[in-house]
């Protein structure tokens, strides 16, 4: 493969927020040209979002933003006004895909339906990716990644076995699993598209979507009537198994043995050599005592050093990284995985690299997120055609900017 599998392909991104916007970030590193659409009374809510510290225009300096929505461009566009829903049109009949996760009505209510994208382009493809999907009783609610999780199922999975309280992630993991949903439903659209010649509307309900990660526990429910059993950091099947506290703050060491042989070694490094008979069902029973004689040597070390040193034993161990401890990982930094993209408003940070790797044509970051409207004129007037004297008066009616309305930072 010489170039990037969707090179070549134009996506209108009116997405907002994580899911959506990572659907698209995934297109992007795939090679399309994505064109962001943000109205400047309505635009995504993560350009404030933890901006840089002291930045004077915060809504082109989140991080957040930024790590969401890099290689891609920028258009301002108010889809409310009827000028602004025209151009809007226009850029639909130079594109392949249109992608968003509005609610369930906002397309319908600007006018913008599938029936009416179709009629501007015959195979237009759209994602729509509402949190509940566009029918049911639920289509009008909003779904942000916490409440997918929760509706989904994910949540009552979790939880540490001695209280029956379901715990979240403590991520929206909702968000990035539609994303991946999302970004996989255009690639098979453009599939059906290349043999059949036709289009596609896709109906993506996010809350569906997350639902489908829970497979196991509703077989256990359709076939047994079971339901769901929190272990903690513990397995039904292996032990000892769980996670250590390690020297520093808030530094922890998951470790699972799984045969006699694996326990005895563990032992023999934890310094347990007077339990390193037990069987598995005698450590089951006795898991409490494992668990404190292995923590207690945990405590004295390095989790880098003893994840090292019980996996060159054969033991299944893995430290647990944080969003700090994680850019300074040997091993995604042997693999050149964090990059640090030059910014016009920020100091470079290491961000993560496209985790899709092609022999010949190496995904690798392009550019910086764009600034707000940044590329009003090369879209409007280098692909739309429209005159330059048009764009102040778009400007002066707010169909377009380069910079929000009434910013606030939270």
């Known amino acids: 493969m010489r170039?990037?599998?969707?090179?070549?392909?134009?996506?209108?991104?009116?997405?907002?927020?994580?899911?959506?916007?990572?659907?698209?970030?995934?297109?992007?590193?795939?090679?399309?040209?994505?064109?962001?659409?943000?109205?400047?009374?309505?635009?995504?809510?993560?350009r404030t979002l933890i901006p840089q510290p002291g930045a004077p225009d915060p809504w082109n300096s989140s991080y957040?933003?930024?790590?969401?929505?890099?290689?891609?461009?920028?258009?301002?566009?108010?889809?409310?006004?009827?000028?602004?829903?025209?151009?809007?049109?226009?850029l639909v009949k130079r594109s392949d895909v249109v992608i968003e996760n509005y609610r369930a009505d906002v397309l319908d209510n600007l006018d913008l339906s599938y029936d009416v994208l179709k009629a501007a382009k015959e195979d237009i493809i759209l994602v729509s990716m509402a949190g509940f999907?566009?029918?049911?009783?639920?289509?009008?609610?909003?779904?942000?990644?916490?409440?997918?999780?929760?509706?989904?199922?994910?949540?009552?999975?979790?939880?540490?076995?001695?209280?029956?309280?379901?715990?979240?992630?403590?991520?929206?993991?909702?968000?990035?699993?539609?994303?991946?949903?999302?970004?996989?439903a255009v690639a098979l659209a453009l599939i059906h598209r290349r043999r059949t010649g036709k289009g596609s509307?896709?109906?993506?309900?996010?809350?569906?979507?997350?639902?489908?990660?829970?497979?196991?526990?509703?077989?256990?429910?359709?076939?047994r009537g079971q339901g769901p059993v929190h272990h903690g950091n513990r397995s039904p099947r292996y032990a000892p198994q769980g996670v250590y506290r390690c020297e520093?703050?808030?530094?922890?060491?998951?470790?699972?043995?799984?045969?006699?042989?694996?326990?005895?070694?563990?032992?023999?490094?934890?310094?347990?050599d007077d339990l390193a008979s037990l069987e598995e069902e005698a450590r089951r029973s006795f898991h409490d005592q494992i668990d404190a004689r292995i923590e207690a040597w945990a405590l004295t070390q390095d989790p880098q050093a003893a994840m090292e040193t019980?996996?060159?034993?054969?033991?299944?161990?893995?430290?647990v990284l944080n969003t700090e401890n994680i850019h300074d990982d040997p091993h995604l930094g042997a693999r050149g995985f964090w990059v640090a993209l030059p910014h016009p408003r920020m100091e470079p940070w290491r961000q993560p690299s496209s985790a899709w790797?092609?022999?010949?044509?190496?995904?690798?970051?392009?550019?910086?997120?764009?600034?707000?409207?940044?590329?009003?004129?090369?879209l409007l007037v280098g692909l739309l055609g429209l005159p330059e004297a048009e764009l102040e008066t778009l400007a002066a009616s707010g169909i377009i900017g380069d910079a929000p309305i009434n910013p606030g930072v939270g």
């Not at 090179?7 to 927020?17: F, H, N, P, Y």
């Not at 566009?134 to 199922?153: C, L, S």
């Open 248 to 272: 520093g703050v808030e530094q922890w060491l998951a470790i699972s043995v799984r045969t006699d042989a694996e326990w005895r070694a563990l032992a023999a490094i934890a310094g347990a």
């Open 310 to 319: 019980l996996q060159a034993a054969g033991i299944p161990a893995g430290r």
């Open 64 to 90: 957040y933003f930024n790590d969401y929505n890099r290689d891609k461009k920028s258009l301002t566009l108010d889809l409310a006004q009827a000028r602004g829903r025209e151009l809007a049109i226009e």
């Open 357 to 378: 790797r092609f022999v010949e044509a190496n995904p690798h970051l392009r550019r910086h997120a764009p600034l707000f409207g940044e590329h009003n004129r090369e």
């Open 133 to 184: 999907g566009k029918t049911g009783a639920e289509r009008d609610h909003v779904g942000f990644g916490p409440i997918i999780e929760q509706m989904g199922g994910a949540t009552s999975l979790t939880g540490y076995g001695d209280d029956g309280v379901p715990y979240k992630t403590g991520l929206s993991y909702g968000d990035p699993v539609g994303g991946l949903a999302a970004a996989g």
């Open 3 to 46: 170039k990037l599998p969707l090179a070549g392909i134009r996506v209108v991104d009116l997405t907002m927020m994580w899911a959506g916007p990572y659907a698209t970030r995934i297109l992007a590193e795939m090679g399309a040209e994505v064109i962001k659409v943000e109205s400047p009374s309505a635009w995504d809510n993560i």
């Open 201 to 223: 509307f896709i109906d993506l309900a996010q809350r569906e979507t997350m639902a489908l990660m829970n497979g196991e526990a509703f077989v256990a429910a359709s076939l």
